[in-house]
């Protein structure tokens, strides 16, 4: 089975830019899950999607940060204009329907560098 | 404020020792501790978890130990093998939602 892909792996990009960050959870996981991890910090939610819906975006940080899950299957995570706070490391993960037990199955993640 | 606080930061123990990550919390709605561990270039994996109404809970060389009216709970390793060496992170969830302590990067020496 395969499980949680994220790309690109590295993304190196200038301050105003724009970048994509996609997710592919494990097929049939309904939740999904974008995390951010700066500088040796906690491992810090950002927004979980129940199939194609939003259920929380609590944490994401501002309006230049957008997810979206068409169709309920793959995340994209779109950051324009970039900043250089926003360098980090973006998680994905994701969970069955139905499972309240708060596995979660992460991706490798994105590296995020803005210059 | 930080919902999750995780300590030493960073830990190095010799092999066949016994490694001891400590966390905290303040939030009394969380329902569920998961600890997870993570390799060099790939995403945190599950490691072993814990619900609040047990104590202790064991599985190999991994054990959580968990104080409900300290609000803290613990990862201990034992007989830390080379191969134990990564970041391990505790976490605490509520309504659906996981916080996560800041890790803590562990060495084991041969």
């Known amino acids: 089975e395969a499980g949680v892909t994220q790309f690109p792996s590295h993304s190196v990009i200038e301050k105003g830019q724009t970048v994509t960050l996609r997710c592919d959870p494990i097929?049939?996981?309904?939740?999904l899950y974008w995390y951010r991890r700066v500088m040796g910090k906690e491992i810090k939610f950002l927004l979980h999607?129940?199939?194609?819906?939003?259920?929380?975006e609590s944490g994401m940080p501002n309006n230049r940060f957008l997810a979206e899950r068409t169709g309920g299957t793959y995340s994209t995570l779109k950051v324009q204009p970039a900043e250089l706070e926003d360098s980090g490391v973006y998680f994905c993960?994701?969970?069955?329907?139905?499972?309240?037990?708060?596995?979660?199955?992460f991706g490798s993640g994105t590296q995020l560098s803005v210059l | 404020q930080q919902q999750v606080k995780q300590s030493p930061q960073s830990l190095i123990v010799q092999k066949g020792g016994i490694s001891i990550i400590n966390c905290a919390y303040e939030?009394?709605?969380?329902?569920?501790f998961p600890w997870y561990q993570q390799f060099p270039g790939k995403g945190p994996a599950l490691l072993i978890a814990i619900r609040p109404d047990v104590s202790e809970k064991k599985e190999g060389r991994f054990t959580i130990s968990f104080n409900k009216s300290a609000k803290q709970f613990s990862l201990h390793i034992m007989d830390s093998q080379p191969g134990d060496s990564a970041t391990y992170f505790c976490?605490?969830?509520?309504?659906?939602?996981?916080?996560f302590g800041d890790g803590t990067t562990l060495t084991v020496k041969p």
């Open positions: 939030n009394t709605a969380f329902d569920y």
């Open positions: 097929s049939g996981h309904d939740n």
């Open positions: 976490a605490a969830r509520d309504a659906g939602k996981s916080t």
């Open positions: 999607f129940v199939k194609e819906s939003k259920q929380d």
């Open positions: 993960a994701s969970s069955p329907a139905g499972l309240p037990t708060g596995k979660l199955f």
